[in-house]
């Protein structure tokens, strides 16, 4: 079986080296049919790639441990969907699910795309497979999944942490994510290569960009979830450079999302369009190159490798050769229209670009900081969680204050009387919430109080377009209110569903606020001693132990109760798994109590557990923490809408592009 | 017609200059960060440091009464010099005897005096999100 897995990565390694230098060679001299053949062997590739991961897959649910990878990551007590999930438990079988994916989206870009915009789809192949070429180098010569062994009797397992169903999901959402980002680098790129550098590859990629930067957004919370309940030290992000190779190309998405309309709607911001989805996909590659490589010292500490100089050699050419394309294509990107007032949308969602870069840059900068500084002073130098944290502050509160302007100032010029029409409300709604939460005591938190403030500011300012547009919508059509409602956000799929995320971005920054006004407390408890905080008193009754397959479990059973009302039991202890290997498998398993009404968390962290009975706490109330996992949902909501297809759009744009001599439409 | 100057160029020109400021002010106030050293390199170190090393011997003590006392050495040199760190504060779960570590703390009289809940651990055995302590 690994030869088969070995021989259809090598035939994928061949189609795509084929569909590079035929595809180019093809689209250069304009030879059709040489162009679909290049076509064909990227749709080929996708086949060989699916048969090499099914022999892996095949090999995990067989547990075949004459495979080496099997044997280092899974064992025979395994689960059969932990068995599956094993399956990127580690570098070369993620490294396969990337090859996977990316074939998988650049089959399904070609073939959709295959009658529309040809002269800049016949670039999109070669340049797509060029980067499959890339990975399936690496999985042949550098880190075959299908290197083979003597079977030992069972696997190393899995590591119990990763047994949980986010470790699942989290992994194949990121890297649908950073993948799928290929797509729109690969249009940008093919339309500098073919000189067509209208809007139409900004068209083409519309929706590619939002399935992978939605995806992105979901995978990270995911992860961000599953530190919250699994790992438990009462965080969900922690400016780990893992953690922050995704959060990168995330924001450097969200900047070219937003900035592509200004190109559709206004001609302008050609180059800078290009530059952000090209610093995306480098982006996306630095992070599975800081993940895999072991050059950062992360907490996510994957097996140190071999494959970091060949990820840095990729790095380097993909900017290396975006960087030409774009500097060569200068001439072709003028805009056709300048920016009129710093007063207009344009102008707006140019702020709001430049501070999600400024943010995108300045992590990097975190990150980077400590290869440079060894490499300039000879010292190894790390910034912490203050260095993010400030930054987030500088640019985050004022993107979010953003947020509730952007979408609803007047392009091109927006005059004073329209802003106070449109800006007032939310403006005196802003200030009295601010008003009301000072003297409720949130002063405790300058930056929270101001995200907050902020926070009311565009929800109502979202609020009131939901308001008056269904008005509008009610009288044109004489609907009932929720039908108004219904076909208002039916008709403008992109503008509410982009409303809808936007509201899930203002309850992800109330969740995150939400941290500056924790209150913690900690102490030994022995049986029958309780502490307090905040309100809560949570009493710790026994100490008691079970045995199950996996775990010899402790567990010490509390009694919360509020303001003197019982509220109910919880448990927190740890977990000793019974697997053998070199790693101590003891996990905390912590308690939350949650308070759905309020979106506050009783966080309870067993510490340490001692010989007599008596356990060291430090419990965390957490006030509004739940509403960044209700983000995740409303987010994944409002990308739905924005993503649905739309036969209008469809129509109004292939009308457009007609007109201008074109027959593309949005995909 | 004579090409005003684009008002988008203004802009981001401004903003640039803008970040550099805030980036310096920073700087400038908050230092450049943590340097990352290795026991055997502790030696000159005067102020906080982010010390990476090696689990060696059995721990001793408990982190949250007294502190938990244990040695490190360099990762990569199973015969360099070892330091007394003392800990207070969360431990991590894989925290243990031959596990890589990173704390966050001061040299003071030959003993590394660990800041509280600064401790993370790293897995070096295969793919494995541990967790950072006290954030």
Redesign the interface.
């Known amino acids: 079986m690994a030869e088969l897995g070995r021989a259809a990565l090598v035939v994928t390694l061949g189609l795509c080296v084929y569909a590079t230098v035929a595809g180019s060679y093809a689209a250069a001299r304009r030879r059709r049919r040489l162009a679909g053949s290049a076509r064909n062997a990227l749709i080929a590739a996708f086949g060989s790639t699916v048969v090499a991961a099914g022999v892996l897959a095949a090999g995990f649910l067989r547990s075949d441990f004459s495979l080496t990878y099997v044997a280092?990551?899974s064992n025979r007590t395994l689960g059969r969907a932990y068995k599956l999930s094993a399956f990127w438990?580690?570098?070369e079988g993620s490294l396969l699910l990337w090859l996977l994916i990316l074939t998988g989206y650049a089959a399904l870009a070609v073939w959709l795309n295959r009658n529309r915009a040809r002269d800049l789809v016949v670039w999109v192949a070669p340049v797509l497979a060029g980067i499959a070429v890339g990975f399936a180098f690496l999985l042949v010569a550098v880190a075959s999944p299908f290197d083979v062994q003597a079977a030992p009797a069972d696997g190393?397992g899995l590591?119990p942490?990763?047994q949980n169903p986010y470790m699942m999901a989290h992994p194949p959402f990121l890297y649908l994510g950073y993948v799928g980002l290929a797509v729109p680098f690969a249009f940008a790129m093919g339309a500098l290569l073919s000189g067509r550098t209208d809007e139409r590859w900004i068209v083409a990629t519309r929706r590619w960009t939002l399935v992978a930067w939605t995806a992105l957004g979901v995978g990270q919370l995911l992860g961000a979830h599953w530190?919250y309940v699994e790992?438990?030290?009462?965080?969900y992000y922690?400016w780990?450079p893992?953690e922050n190779a995704a959060l990168m190309p995330f924001l450097a998405a969200t900047a070219f999302l937003h900035s592509v309309m200004i190109q559709e709607k206004r001609g302008?911001l050609k180059v800078w369009n290009v530059v952000l989805v090209a610093l995306a996909f480098c982006l996306s590659i630095f992070g599975t190159f800081l993940t895999r490589s072991g050059v950062v010292?992360s907490?996510?500490?994957?097996?140190e490798s071999n494959i970091g100089p060949w990820f840095l050699a990729f790095i380097f050419v993909a900017v290396a050769f975006a960087t030409t394309l774009i500097v060569w294509r200068l001439p072709l990107l003028r805009s056709k229209t300048?920016?009129e007032?710093?007063v207009s949308r344009e102008?707006v969602f140019?702020?709001n670009n430049?501070l999600l870069v400024?943010l995108c840059l300045?992590i990097l900068w975190g990150v980077a900081?400590?290869i440079l500084?060894e490499a300039v002073r000879g010292?190894?130098?790390?910034?912490?969680?203050?260095?993010y944290d400030?930054?987030l502050r500088?640019f985050g509160l004022p993107l979010l204050l953003l947020m509730g302007i952007g979408p609803m100032i007047a392009w091109r010029r927006a005059s004073l009387r329209g802003l106070g029409r449109t800006f007032l409300w939310p403006f005196l709604i802003s200030v009295a919430v601010g008003l009301v939460l000072l003297w409720r005591g949130a002063g405790s938190s300058v930056p929270g109080l101001i995200a907050y403030t902020f926070s009311a500011f565009v929800l109502a300012a979202i609020a009131l377009e939901f308001i008056r547009g269904t008005r509008a919508r009610k009288a044109l059509a004489s609907e009932s209110w929720p039908g108004a409602l219904f076909s208002l956000i039916g008709r403008n799929r992109r503008r509410y569903g982009g409303y809808i995320v936007h509201v899930a971005i203002v309850f992800l920054a109330i969740g995150i606020a939400g941290s500056a006004y924790d209150s913690v407390v900690e102490g030994?408890l022995a049986p029958g001693q309780s502490l307090r905080v905040a309100g809560y008193s949570v009493l710790y009754q026994r100490l008691v132990e079970r045995d199950t397959p996996h775990a010899a479990e402790v567990r010490a059973q509390l009694l919360v109760s509020r303001d003197g009302k019982v509220l109910g039991p919880l448990e927190a202890g740890?977990n000793s798994f019974k697997i053998a290997?070199?790693?101590?498998q003891?996990?905390?398993e912590v308690g939350i109590r949650t308070n759905y009404l309020t979106g506050e968390d009783l966080f309870v962290?067993p510490?340490?557990i001692n010989a007599d009975g008596s356990v060291?706490f430090?419990i965390f109330v957490k006030p509004l923490v739940n509403l960044i996992w209700l983000a995740g949902f409303v987010f994944l909501f409002g990308s739905i809408i924005a993503l649905w297809p739309d036969a209008r759009e469809q129509r109004r744009l292939a009308v457009r592009y007609e007109e201008a001599g074109g027959t593309v439409r949005g995909t | 017609m004579a090409r005003?100057r684009?008002?988008?160029r203004l802009?981001?020109a401004l903003?640039i200059a803008a970040?550099l400021a805030?980036?310096l002010l920073?700087t400038s106030i908050?230092g450049?960060?943590?340097?990352?050293?290795k026991p055997s390199q502790l030696g000159g170190q005067t102020g906080t440091v982010?010390l990476?090393g090696r689990v060696v011997g059995a721990p001793t003590g408990?982190?949250?009464?007294g502190g938990l006392r244990f040695r490190l050495r360099d990762v990569q040199n199973p015969k360099g010099t070892t330091v007394p760190v003392v800990y207070t504060g969360?431990?991590p779960?894989?925290f243990?005897t031959g596990r890589?570590i990173?704390v966050e703390g001061k040299l003071e009289n030959g003993t590394f005096v660990a800041t509280r809940d600064s401790m993370?651990?790293?897995?070096?055995?295969?793919?494995?999100?541990?967790?950072?302590?006290?954030?």
């Open positions: 280092q990551h438990g580690g570098q190393a590591n942490s990763l530190a790992v438990g030290w009462g965080g922690a780990d893992v302008m010292n907490i996510h500490s994957f097996s300048r920016l007032s710093l102008a140019l702020y430049l400024a300045t900081w400590p500084s010292t190894t130098v790390v910034v912490g969680r203050p260095y400030f930054f500088i030994k740890k290997g070199p790693d101590p003891v996990s905390s962290i510490e340490q060291y430090r | 005003k684009s008002p988008a802009i981001i903003s970040v805030i980036f920073y908050a450049g960060g943590t340097p990352s050293v982010a990476v408990d982190a949250h009464a969360t431990v779960d894989l243990a890589d990173v993370v651990t790293k897995c070096p055995s295969k793919y494995s999100a541990t967790k950072p302590a006290g954030q």
